[in-house]
C-alpha cells in the first residue's frame, strides 16, 4: 500500500477495467437459462383475493387496513399493490415485491408497503480509526462516491490512522409551553434551571425509561411562550422515543407546580430534529465527535495526487470563506452529507436525521514545517443508534454486524452507539480528504464523467 499508487483513474481508488477482471461463469445451457425473477416463488392471487381487490379498487375496505384483516402482512402487500395498479393505471413491475420479509416492519417501519427499493451496498475501506480497523458500507446510487471515500481510507492508513473522541453523547427534545403572561413563563424558566430543582426532576424523567438519564435543561422565551430543551443520554438507541416518553413524565409533573401552563406541543422545534438549526451546531445533538489524522507528505503526493500547500488553501477559501459568503449553517464541508447519508442507509438510520447529523467543519493545516497535513473534521450532531427502527431489519443489521456495533452493548450501554458515531466521522474524514484533493488537482469533473454515468440507452431502458 506503500506504493505509489500509478493508476491513471481520477477518482484513484477506482479500479481500472483489468483490476476487476474476474473468470467468466460458464455459459448456461438452454435448460438453465431462467430469468433470476422465475427463481423466485411468485405470489399468485386467488378468487378471494381478486374479490378484495376490488372492494380496494372501490373504496369499501381501505388500503391501511389489509394486515389487519388478512393476518397475513406478504398477501396484504401483494393486494395493495395490484389494487394501486388497476386504480392508477400504472405498472410496478420494476418494484420488487418478493423476498422481503414484511412482518419485520410491521407497526415500527412502514405502513401500506407495496414493495421494496434496492440500493447497492459498497465497501470502503479498511479504515484505520483508533488502532481498529473497519471496513464502512455505503448504500448510494451516485457513482465515485464509495471509490473516492475508499482511497480516503487509504491515504490515512498508509499515514498511520485516524483518532476520535466522543465529545458529548446526548438526545434533545424541546416542548413549548404558553403562560398568560411572560413573568409567568419566565418563572418557569427560572424554576427548571434552578440546581436545587434539577435531582427532582431527573428522577421524575429517568423513571420512564433504564437508559434514559436526564443531563440538563435550556430554555429560552420568546414572549409568553417558554421552549423547554431537555438533553438526555438514551444507550445504545438514537433515543428520540426515550427522551419523549420522559419529556412527558416531566410535563405531568410540572402541571401540578404550574396549572396555568398551558403545553402547546411536545415538540417546539428549539430539539431541533431534522432541520438546520443553529442550536444544534452550537449545542450539540446525539453524539458530538471530533475526528482527526496527520497526512504523510509523501501520501499526499502519491495516493491524493495533489500537495498539502494546495490542499491547505483550497479548504481555507471553499471550506470556510466560500461557506460563509453562502451563509451556511454548519456547512462548512466539502461533502460530508454524502457519506453521512450512504451510512445512515445501509445501517438503518433515519435518513432525514443527515440534515443535521452532516453539520461538520472541516480544517486542514500544513504541520511538521510545513511538511504534512493535518486534517480534522468536527460534527456536533451525529444522530445514530444500533438498537430499534430501521436497525433491526436484515440488510441493515447485517452492516452493522460488519462494523462490530450490532445491537445494544451489555458491557458498556451507549458504546455501540458511540463508537458508531466516531466510525461515521472517521469515514467523513476520508471522503473530505478524498473530494479536496481531487478539487485540488482538477480531477473532479473528468472522474464523474468516467464513473458516474450510465452506458445504457437510457430510452431502451425505460421502456
Given at each position: 500500500?506503500?506504493?505509489?499508487d500509478?493508476r491513471?483513474?481520477?477518482?484513484?481508488?477506482?479500479l481500472t477495467?483489468?483490476d476487476?477482471q474476474?473468470?467468466s461463469?460458464?455459459?448456461?445451457?438452454?435448460?438453465?437459462?431462467?430469468?433470476?425473477?422465475?427463481q423466485?416463488?411468485?405470489?399468485?392471487?386467488s378468487?378471494?383475493?381478486?374479490?378484495?381487490?376490488k372492494?380496494?379498487?372501490e373504496?369499501?375496505?381501505?388500503?391501511?387496513?389489509?394486515?389487519?384483516?388478512?393476518?397475513?402482512?406478504?398477501?396484504?402487500?401483494a393486494i395493495r399493490?395490484?389494487?394501486l395498479?388497476?386504480?392508477?393505471?400504472?405498472?410496478l413491475?420494476?418494484?420488487?415485491?418478493?423476498?422481503?420479509?414484511?412482518?419485520?416492519?410491521?407497526?415500527q417501519?412502514c405502513?401500506?408497503?407495496v414493495g421494496?427499493v434496492?440500493?447497492?451496498?459498497?465497501?470502503a475501506g479498511?479504515?484505520?480509526?483508533?488502532?481498529?480497523?473497519?471496513?464502512?458500507?455505503m448504500?448510494t446510487?451516485?457513482?465515485?462516491?464509495?471509490?473516492?471515500t475508499?482511497r480516503?481510507?487509504?491515504?490515512?492508513?498508509v499515514?498511520?490512522g485516524?483518532?476520535?473522541v466522543?465529545?458529548r453523547?446526548?438526545?434533545?427534545r424541546?416542548?413549548?409551553?404558553?403562560?398568560?403572561?411572560?413573568?409567568?413563563?419566565a418563572?418557569?424558566?427560572?424554576f427548571?434551571e434552578?440546581?436545587?430543582?434539577?435531582?427532582?426532576l431527573s428522577l421524575?424523567?429517568?423513571?420512564?425509561?433504564?437508559f434514559g438519564r436526564l443531563?440538563?435543561?435550556?430554555c429560552?422565551?420568546a414572549?409568553?411562550?417558554l421552549y423547554i430543551r431537555?438533553?438526555c443520554?438514551t444507550g445504545d438507541?438514537?433515543?428520540m422515543?426515550m427522551?419523549s416518553?420522559?419529556?412527558q413524565?416531566v410535563?405531568?409533573f410540572?402541571?401540578?407546580e404550574f396549572p396555568?401552563?398551558?403545553?402547546?406541543g411536545?415538540?417546539?422545534?428549539?430539539c431541533?430534529?431534522k432541520?438546520?438549526?443553529?442550536?444544534?451546531?452550537i449545542?450539540?445533538?446525539g453524539?458530538?465527535?471530533?475526528?482527526e489524522?496527520?497526512i504523510?507528505?509523501d501520501?499526499?503526493k502519491k495516493v491524493?495526487?495533489?500537495?498539502v500547500?494546495?490542499?491547505v488553501?483550497?479548504?481555507?477559501?471553499k471550506n470556510l470563506?466560500?461557506?460563509?459568503?453562502?451563509?451556511?449553517?454548519?456547512g462548512?464541508?466539502?461533502?460530508?452529507?454524502?457519506?453521512?447519508?450512504?451510512?445512515?442507509?445501509?445501517?438503518?438510520?433515519?435518513?432525514?436525521?443527515?440534515v443535521?447529523?452532516?453539520?461538520?467543519?472541516t480544517m486542514?493545516?500544513a504541520?511538521?514545517?510545513?511538511?504534512d497535513l493535518?486534517?480534522?473534521?468536527t460534527?456536533?450532531?451525529i444522530e445514530v443508534g444500533?438498537?430499534?427502527?430501521?436497525?433491526?431489519l436484515a440488510?441493515?443489521?447485517?452492516?452493522?454486524n460488519?462494523?462490530?456495533?450490532?445491537?445494544a452493548?451489555?458491557?458498556?450501554?451507549g458504546s455501540?452507539?458511540r463508537?458508531?458515531?466516531?466510525?461515521?466521522?472517521g469515514?467523513v474524514?476520508?471522503?473530505?480528504l478524498?473530494?479536496?484533493s481531487?478539487?485540488?488537482?482538477?480531477q473532479?469533473?473528468k472522474?464523474?464523467?468516467?464513473?458516474?454515468r450510465?452506458?445504457?440507452?437510457?430510452?431502451?431502458?425505460?421502456?
Open positions: 500500500m506503500n506504493k505509489e500509478s491513471s483513474a481520477p477518482c484513484a481508488a477506482a477495467p483489468s476487476c474476474v473468470a461463469p460458464k455459459p448456461k445451457s438452454k435448460l438453465d437459462k431462467i430469468d433470476d425473477a422465475d423466485l416463488p411468485a405470489f399468485t392471487l378468487e378471494v383475493d381478486e374479490e378484495i381487490i372492494s380496494v379498487v373504496g369499501k375496505i381501505p388500503s391501511y387496513s389489509l394486515e389487519s384483516k388478512l393476518g397475513d402482512t406478504r398477501r396484504a402487500a399493490r395490484e389494487a395498479q388497476r386504480i392508477s393505471g400504472k405498472s413491475s420494476g418494484l420488487p415485491l418478493e423476498g422481503f420479509d414484511y412482518d419485520t416492519i410491521l407497526g417501519c405502513e401500506m408497503p421494496y434496492q440500493i447497492p451496498v459498497g465497501i479498511p479504515l484505520l480509526l483508533d488502532g481498529r480497523e473497519f471496513s464502512v458500507p448504500a446510487t451516485e457513482g465515485c462516491l464509495v471509490a473516492s475508499n480516503g481510507c487509504k491515504a490515512i492508513y499515514s498511520g485516524a483518532s476520535s466522543v465529545l453523547d446526548a438526545m434533545t424541546a416542548p413549548v409551553v404558553r403562560f398568560g403572561t411572560a413573568k409567568r413563563a418563572d418557569l424558566k427560572f427548571l434552578d440546581p436545587l430543582n434539577f435531582e427532582a421524575v424523567f429517568n423513571s420512564s425509561s433504564r443531563q440538563s435543561i435550556k429560552a422565551i414572549g409568553k411562550n431537555f438533553s443520554s438507541a438514537m433515543g422515543n427522551v416518553k420522559g419529556v413524565n410535563m405531568d410540572l402541571d401540578k396555568d401552563m398551558d403545553v402547546i411536545i415538540s417546539g422545534n428549539y431541533s430534529d432541520k438546520p438549526a443553529a442550536v444544534n451546531w449545542e450539540g445533538r453524539k458530538s465527535v471530533v475526528c489524522a496527520i504523510k507528505e501520501v499526499v491524493l495526487k495533489t500537495t500547500e494546495s490542499l488553501e483550497l479548504n481555507m477559501l470563506t466560500g461557506s460563509a459568503m453562502a451563509g451556511a449553517l454548519g462548512f464541508n466539502a461533502h460530508a452529507s454524502n457519506i453521512v447519508s450512504a451510512i445512515y442507509i445501509a445501517t438503518g438510520q433515519d435518513p432525514a436525521q443527515n443535521e447529523s452532516s453539520h461538520c467543519i486542514m493545516e504541520v511538521n514545517n510545513g511538511k493535518h486534517v480534522s473534521v460534527m456536533p450532531s444500533t438498537v430499534g427502527g430501521g436497525t433491526q440488510s441493515q443489521s447485517a452492516c452493522l460488519l462494523l462490530g456495533v450490532k445491537g452493548s451489555k458491557e458498556a450501554p455501540n452507539s463508537q458508531l458515531a466516531s466510525i461515521v466521522a469515514a474524514l476520508a471522503g473530505e478524498s473530494l479536496m481531487a478539487l485540488a488537482a482538477g473532479l469533473v472522474s464523474h464523467m468516467k464513473y458516474n450510465s452506458n445504457k440507452d437510457v430510452s431502451k431502458a425505460s421502456s
